[in-house]
């Protein structure tokens, strides 16, 4: 009833770029906070970035002044690009709303499948 699905992850370079892309779709009666998370191989999942309906960002440090979150409220949809990548930024990459569904009395936490995103040269 409710899906979040990511497109855009893959292989990058070392100092390359991606931009994730997470559309929300079925029955919402509205949004909150959308983020991006990632999990690495053996590590837990963290966050990297959160964004609010009003578009108040915040972003882990070790992302900040390289990662940029956006997102496009009509379209339910939210953005994560990504600039110089390091081999450290290799992860699956999940997209999170706090999202109200139309058939709730309450909003929930909704997540992507996630995405591999891969920095190696």
């Known amino acids: 009833q409710v899906q979040l699905v990511e497109s855009g992850g893959g292989l990058a370079q070392p100092g390359g770029s991606l931009r994730l892309s997470c559309a929300a779709s079925?029955?919402?009666?509205?949004?909150?906070?959308m983020g991006w998370y990632r999990q690495a191989p053996g590590k837990q999942r963290e966050l990297v970035a959160r964004?609010?309906?009003?578009?108040?960002?915040n972003y882990a440090d070790s992302v900040k002044g390289r990662f940029t979150i956006s997102r496009d409220n009509a379209k339910n949809t939210v953005y994560l690009q990504m600039n110089s990548l390091k081999p450290e930024d290799t992860a699956v990459y999940y997209c999170?709303?706090?999202?109200?569904?139309?058939?709730?009395?309450?909003?929930?936490?909704?997540w992507g499948q996630g995405t591999q995103v891969t920095v190696s040269s």
């Open positions: 999170n709303a706090d999202l109200w569904p139309n058939y709730a009395n309450k909003p929930y936490d909704f």
């Open positions: 964004i609010t309906n009003s578009g108040s960002a």
């Open positions: 079925g029955s919402i009666l509205s949004i909150n906070d």
